[in-house]
């Protein structure tokens, strides 16, 4: 053998050494278990207290968190219509309980991780009175309010107005503006679309701190917004789901940021 052809046998025995190792240190890095993605439907009321909520648990749990945010309702109908969600996190109560009635629901893993609060707010100072006089005052052009029909806190907003004697009246005056969901009848509100609405506490709140002027209607013209969470049985990924669920019930970073964010926590 010549030797230019034993230089070139040398150079490809290293080449095929360094390629070897490549791979085996490609492989000793590579991580042991893949990531896993949850698909979490949240109530609009709460998507942005679980965006930060979410980066915790993602690094508690080396797993991450889709979210998908609407009302509860429209939720309930897409789950019912086959929606590809492993989690459902709801604004109230009653539509977990009818899909764990229906068998959509994971039956034993529905429990309530927070309790919502209803404000009447405006960003600018002095429009809402803490009394909420201002509603039968009349002096203002509208309202913002969530769709009741689909909203838990809009239909929270319904009976507020109702129990005060406003509610026919105000829809006759059309004065109402009526948002798909909670987020919107905030963004009317925010944008000076409307001279105030019927929004989440969580939402105008921070740390206890609300800007603007707000009313806070008494607990006893509304039902408590209570907020369930359940699986949901076609998920292929029960055990994160579970796992998810019991970080969000009892981890104490969790705890403090539900309550940071204006919720209270079931007991």
Known sequence: MTEPAR?????????????????????????????????????????????????????????????????????????????????????????????????LGLAGSRFTYAI???????????????DGKVLRGGAFHMIGIADPRNAPYGTAAQQVLTALGLWQQLNQDKKLAVGENINQAWQFAATGNVDMAFVALSQVSDRNAISGSYWLPPQALYTPL??????????????????????????????AGIKAAG????E
């Open 7 to 103: 230089h070139s046998m040398r150079l490809g025995t290293r080449m095929l050494a360094l390629l070897c190792l490549l791979v085996a240190l490609s492989g000793l890095s590579a991580p042991a278990v893949r990531a896993e993605e949850l698909n979490v439907a949240v109530a609009a009321n709460f998507f942005a207290t679980l965006q930060k909520l979410a980066p915790k648990f993602e690094q508690a749990s080396g797993n991450k968190l889709l979210l998908s945010s609407g009302s509860s309702g429209q939720f309930y109908t897409q789950i019912r219509e086959g929606a590809p969600f492993d989690v459902l996190l709801s604004a109230d109560s009653d539509r977990p309980k009818q899909l764990e009635a229906e068998g």
């Open 226 to 255: 209570q907020q369930d969470a359940v699986i949901l049985t076609r998920t292929s990924k029960r055990a994160l789901a579970e796992t998810f669920l019991k970080w969000l019930r009892a981890d104490p970073q969790a705890i």
């Open 116 to 130: 919502g609060t209803l404000v009447l707010w405006s960003p600018k100072p002095d429009v809402v009175d803490r």
């Open 263 to 266: 919720y209270h926590i079931a």
